[in-house]
């Protein structure tokens, strides 16, 4: 939240990049799947004509709530709904719509999501150990974290955090948890320091087991590269694709299921074993991806490890 008004914040990373890569038709349908507070949103609905369409979607309520009240004054028309993404053709089917001509997608948490001690994202903040975008799922990251066996939380927290003291850390955990249940962001975030200790100038200790946990407990890799590649049907050629990622395993996600669309060789085996489909499916935009200039990471530090990538329909 903003210190001196009610209005939750997030500043839009990599805005003026991400739309006008997006935008190729201003009468067209287009899809924010990661709307959150509507910054993206905004910037879009303004490109877009009377006739133009913005289906705007987040699994966190109270991102939804923010963004539908900043779209409501928009030329186009908007939709907004509380789903996952990765149901983006369920919701397409139940609007009747069976082509879009652009979808962006801004990976991860919002700036709000972190700042709200009650979420349970940081472990800057005091709060219960929560970590849920949508909070009508059933687990949180505290029963992750007081249930899941040891050999399976150290995978996790070296899977979605690449943590190398994932044995360590999971071992603590288990060892604290017999004698009391973790229940608050402070509690394991004062383990992990405990354990690892804190080096001044580097990143906080607990950084990676809270990237770990938010990870599993969103499920925000599984099904990522399918969805990508199973949507490419419901884009008109010409239609676009932009997806912003903030760290290397969401990225390369987004990198390999561009390039299987692109007909490139993803497996690198010899061409008579390689099974990669080889059909050239979408153009890719950015062969690097696009990263935020110096202007824009030192006045949002939280961009700094934005990777923007986007495909266009053949
Ligand atoms: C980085 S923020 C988006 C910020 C937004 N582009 C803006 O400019 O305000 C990411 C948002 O995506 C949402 N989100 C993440 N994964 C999602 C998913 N699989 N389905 C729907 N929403 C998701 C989060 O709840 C969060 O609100």
Known sequence: MNGT???PEHVSVLATEAVTTLLTHPDGVYVDGTVGLGGHAALIAAHLSVRGRLIAIDRDESALTSARQ????????VDCFRENFKNLPLVLNRLG????HGLLLDL???SFQLAEPQRGFSFQHEGPLDMRMDRQQKTTAADLVNSLPETELADLLYRFGEE????????AIVRQRARKRIQTTAEL????REILGHRPGKIHPATRTFQALRIAVNDELGGLGDFIENILPSLVSGGRMVIIS???LEDRIVKRAFARLAGRCICHKPVELCECPRREQVHLLTTR????GPKEQAANPRSRSAKMRAVEKR
Do not use: N
């Open 289 to 292: 991806p696009i990263t935020p």
């Open 246 to 248: 903030f760290h290397s």
């Open 97 to 100: 719509v069976s082509h879009i």
């Open 5 to 7: 008004s009610a209005q």
């Open 70 to 77: 900043r779209l409501a004054g928009s030329d186009c028309r």
């Open 189 to 192: 975030s004062a383990l992990v």
């Open 164 to 171: 190398r003291r994932s044995r360590t850390i999971a071992r």
């Open 108 to 110: 991860g948490v919002s």
